[in-house]
């Protein structure tokens, strides 16, 4: 297995399970704080692997190698949050230090055990109750009304774990495995909300502004920071929260949390449940690459090193990432040839994977003073890369 | 030899001979823009090799290696100037694109060639002449006044190009050698400043705001970006110099130009003269890292690949670059873990090399309203890395 390098003077290495994007943008922090990765990767060409210098190949589902794996790092962390219990469990046996710990990292991979302890700790949910049978789904629907939001606690059927349903019929072949669901009530959400943050394993935590993110057909293609016309208690409320959960949950390295904002009846103030939680550096969080004095992929490294944690002010007033998605064609470096030349304070940030429709293969940045102009800056920019404008 | 691997979509393979900081600084922005490095390294643990997975062994003075080397790259460029005109024009007779051209980097190889170019397009420099002997240097001393500044055109001996002789005598040793050698008057400077371009092959250009260096013992030990308090005539002509010498010596790539700043006499404006030419990314500019919407490593490489420019305004009102040497004991991750806790927006960037006692092993940015305040922390955090504070 390929030996990570590390730079001279006590400089230490860190291991992340998972080659793909959030392991790549983690390689930039890397270089300048002169940290080494140490990148188990899906292939010899997933994002990190084509910027990192040490990324063997392995899986994720192998005890043995990712114990080998681990032998060269001084900290374990993820990509993705789906590292089996067992194999979490192998790598804290041996000692080696993981951030998150399988403890915390369970509230990511169980919504069931999520759901569980928020509403334990008096954090706003949506009403939710375990299903285990048409006639459990059938009382929370007529009770919370129609249609629910049904999910998998874990994973998912046919590559979806969230469905919304209309009725218990059309639940059926979800309730046909026999396993527990989790029911929620739709929530009248006026826009969806994420805060980001990170805590470090002696405690220091910080949280970034509140963003808004926007959601096209389920994928998030926007996000706002900070969230505009965000009523200032609320923000204060949900920064406590995201500081509550990272205390509450023991959670290290940077996290997501996913909010619903409810709007306030007749001149009330507005108000929010959560909606997900991620715990790991987060799509909502990429405005920070050049919209923060420290990015997300930074802080990360320095939370799950137990470094002191970096500054999360913005560095302008508005920052604006749009997603870009892979289009209908391959050959992107024309694209992006014409789009720099259009746009010469557009921060361009590609994963260098592949082009399939649909497919998250990178981001934008845009900052300044005038929102609706940076809004239309991104947009045209993704959709430019994407294929669906062509001017 | 270790072979590159691009990003799928058309993205292409730059390549960098030599594996210093220079080239360690180029990954993070090829990380983001999907653009594949690969470095001719002196070694293994070079301070680029670290960092970038396709950094194999070889010499730049080895037109074999250099040719076996370039077979992969899409463009060739450099972290130094010190390749031999016969290996550039090895690299060009194969076709292969180098960026800056061998015709424009001997301005920055040979100092006779470039007082000569710069002195026929008019652009302001010492008074200079070429010497022989020891005649030659005892005319101009008298006609100019003592000392004067005595400098090696290529390279130099003792592994010192430029020194400061008050006499004949003081150069005997260098005279003796019996080539030729560029003697400069000593300029009255108030003090030193820097402008930074770039370049592309199809001739667009753009140019940074010049900086103030500050040198301490011969070593560049701080930028103020902007220069504070610059005539802002002045400003503009050195801007201006910038294009020029972009345009007409035909420079692609980045590039920077070391100045003297001259107060003028009785309430008359200032001037300036050129010192040095160098030819690639540099010291002064790397306050553009964290101070710039576009740095100088992203532009080089956006430039050598002739792709369109990214805008060079600077995002904070001053940002402050303090270079790191190294000091007495080589355990550098403690000092920089207390560090971090002192001042949380401190951007650090340490070059993964070994500490030897004066060598410069990274640099800091601060930025922000408050330039005092602003050089006191970039001062203090220089220190402490190099250990002559120790709080």
Not at 7 to 17: D, E, K, Q, R, S
Not at 63 to 82: K, M, P, S, W
Not at 96 to 107: G, I, N, Q, S, Y
Request: charged share 20%.
């Amino acid at each position: 297995m390929i030996s990570p390098r590390r730079a001279p003077g006590g400089f230490p290495v860190v291991g992340i399970i998972g080659g793909g994007q959030l392991a790549r943008m983690c390689q930039p922090p890397a270089v300048n704080l002169a940290l080494t990765l140490h990148v188990l990767s899906e292939s010899p060409d997933a994002a990190a692997a084509l910027v990192v210098p040490s990324a063997p190949v392995g899986s994720h589902l192998d005890v043995g190698q990712v114990l080998a794996f681990a032998r060269d790092c001084d900290v374990v962390t993820f990509d993705h949050e789906h590292v089996p219990a067992e194999v979490l469990q192998a790598l804290v046996g041996a000692g080696v230090p993981v951030h998150p710990k399988p403890e915390a990292l369970l509230f990511a991979q169980d919504k069931l055990a999520m759901r569980e302890r928020l509403t334990d700790l008096g954090v706003p949910c949506p009403a939710w109750v375990p299903v285990h049978d048409a006639a459990e789904l059938a009382a929370f629907g007529d009770l919370h009304g129609w249609p629910v939001v049904l999910k998998t606690p874990r994973g998912g059927y046919d590559g979806k774990g969230v469905r919304v349903v209309s009725s218990v019929q059309e639940a059926a072949d979800w309730l046909a495995h026999g396993e527990v669901l989790l029911a929620e009530e739709c929530v009248p959400f006026t826009r969806e909300l994420a805060v980001l943050a990170a805590r470090s394993p002696s405690g220091q935590a910080a949280v970034w502004p509140t963003v808004q993110t926007v959601q096209t057909n389920g994928i998030c293609t926007e996000v706002l920071a900070p969230a505009p016309q965000l009523d200032p208690v609320l923000a204060a409320k949900i920064s406590q929260t995201a500081l509550l959960l990272a205390g509450e949950l023991d959670i290290t390295g940077v996290f997501a949390v996913e909010i619903f904002e409810i709007a306030g009846k007749a001149g009330t103030a507005p108000s929010y449940v959560v909606n997900e939680l991620a715990m790991r550096p987060h799509n909502s969080g990429h405005w920070t690459i050049d919209g923060s004095v420290t990015s997300q992929f930074e802080q990360h490294l320095r939370a799950v090193l137990d470094l002191p944690l970096g500054e999360v002010s913005a560095r302008a007033p508005w920052t604006v990432m749009g997603n870009v998605l892979g289009g209908d064609y391959d050959e992107l470096y024309p694209t992006y040839r014409h789009l720099l030349a259009r746009d010469p304070g557009l921060k361009v940030h590609l994963y260098g994977k592949g082009v399939r429709p649909g497919r998250k293969i990178g981001h934008v940045n845009v900052y300044g003073d005038d929102l609706d102009a940076l809004r239309v800056r991104a947009r045209h920019a993704a959709d430019y890369l994407e294929g669906t404008v062509t001017e």
